[in-house]
């Protein structure tokens, strides 16, 4: 019984260590002071030029990973042009650019690789002896993905601490921004992915290079400032 409770103490506290390691690293961006704010639920940060408008949602990604800003910054952008010629939308005329002068260009969806660790759903079962390292495949809220194990195995099934899921996402792919023409009056909608944006960064300046997309020539540009939390 002592020894049971002595392993479940530990696993809860490997993932309370676990938990602490990954929110130390990434930063939530908020709008500088400043900035125009769009209220709501989750509020967004306004930019024009030359009669186009952009709102950026740096805290809007809710979909499957949950855990995708621990990996990279995901950014929800919603595009009116409301200029007379129309625009070009491609994943490299965006960027952030942090204080420390760190640029970071929007990546395609299927540039983002690698894995998301998210929270297991249950236990699995686990062909290993106890107290091993295990690898297999898991359940997670969302899908299934590789999990790997904690070292607390105490009956026929394993309680892994995460399961790592291979990006990009089917939902990351279906909810990027689109790379199109954007007539005058048109409206566009989608998330844009940036290197994940460090705490320490303490500032982060969203731009979009604005392109005419009959003549290839920049128009304008459009700049979101942002603090680190």
Partial sequence: MIA???RALSRVAAILLCVAAV??????????PGVPVVPGPIPGALGRDDGVQIIAYPDAWSASPHTL???ITPILLVIDNGGTVPLRLRHEDFALLTADGTRSVALSPYEVTGFASVPASGPVVAASPRFSFSIGLGAYRGGRGFYYGDPFLYDDLYYPI???VPLPTPEMVQLALPERTLEPGARATGFLYFDRVKRKARRADLTAQLV????GKPIGTVTIAFVTE
């Fill in 212 to 215: 005419d997309a009959t003549s």
């Fill in 23 to 32: 929110a130390g690293c990434g930063a939530k961006l908020v709008p500088a």
């Fill in 4 to 6: 049971a409770k002595t």
């Fill in 162 to 164: 995460s399961v790592q």
């Fill in 69 to 71: 800003d621990t990996v």
